[in-house]
């Protein structure tokens, strides 16, 4: 098994369903942190789902209020991802929050 430490980061410039991560097809992933930061001063919200292989969507976070000029920490502990998982971000408002998260692979197919 490799261990692939990698990041991913968008900057949230709609309110559309935004994609910020999959994880691949022969891999496992440990999402560490996720940081959401607002530079308008203005505060708004953000939601976090997960969509299983199966196509089924999950809210990990709904409306989750993010203050002006603040970064929050969404985790407060490891979020697994299975094979072919995926990760969507959507602001309130657009061109106010960059999202940044820390993830650990783990491609099972390795040796």
Request: glycine share 4%; hydrophobic share 45%; proline share 2%.
């Amino acid at each position: 098994m490799a261990n692939v430490y990698l990041n991913s980061k968008v900057d949230l410039t709609t309110t559309n369903d935004t994609l910020f991560y999959t994880c691949p097809f022969n891999s496992r992933a440990i999402i560490k942190s996720i940081l959401v930061s607002e530079d308008t001063g203005s505060g708004t919200t953000i939601n976090l789902t997960l969509t299983n292989a199966a196509g089924a969507v999950f809210n990990v976070f709904k409306l989750k209020a993010v203050g002006a000029n603040t970064t929050i920490q969404l985790l407060t502990e490891p979020l697994v991802l299975m094979e072919s998982e995926i990760l969507k971000v959507k602001a309130a408002d657009a061109n106010e929050l960059h999202v940044v998260a820390t993830i650990l692979e783990i491609n099972r197919e390795d040796s």
